[in-house]
């Protein structure tokens, strides 16, 4: 496993809540990251790991393929891939997002 992938397995391991985003919580480089961001700040999020892939184009690269995703951003919640921002959307459309992070322990 290469040192990106060791990371981003470590990463979203070790943190209940990470999104893959453009940009930071306070300054978001895309609208499907500000949207991702907002949805869990809706949803009480405290306790966030955010990435930005714009920092590091392996890490931007390498996110695509430990996922087999093709876009960014990217939710991981307790580990698991869950989706970009349209899944997310979704999800909190009908609840389901509210009760996987409020299970994760990342909401106050």
């Known amino acids: 496993m290469s ?3 060791t990371f981003i397995k470590d990463t979203v391991s070790d943190n209940p809540v990470v999104l893959f985003m ?3 919580v306070q300054f978001p480089q ?3 990251s500000g949207s991702a961001v907002q949805i869990l700040r809706q949803n009480g999020v405290t306790k966030l790991v955010t990435v930005n892939v714009l920092e590091d ?3 931007r690269q390498g996110i695509k393929t430990y996922s087999q995703w093709p876009t960014i ?3 991981y919640v307790k580990g698991e891939f869950i989706g970009g921002s349209d899944i997310m959307n979704e999800m909190n459309a009908s609840g389901e997002l509210k009760t996987l992070l ?7």
């Open 102 to 108: 409020e299970e994760s322990g990342a909401t106050s």
């Open 22 to 24: 453009k940009g930071t």
């Open 57 to 59: 184009d392996e890490v």
């Open 30 to 32: 895309c609208g499907f």
């Open 3 to 5: 040192d990106v992938q």
């Open 73 to 75: 951003p990217q939710l």
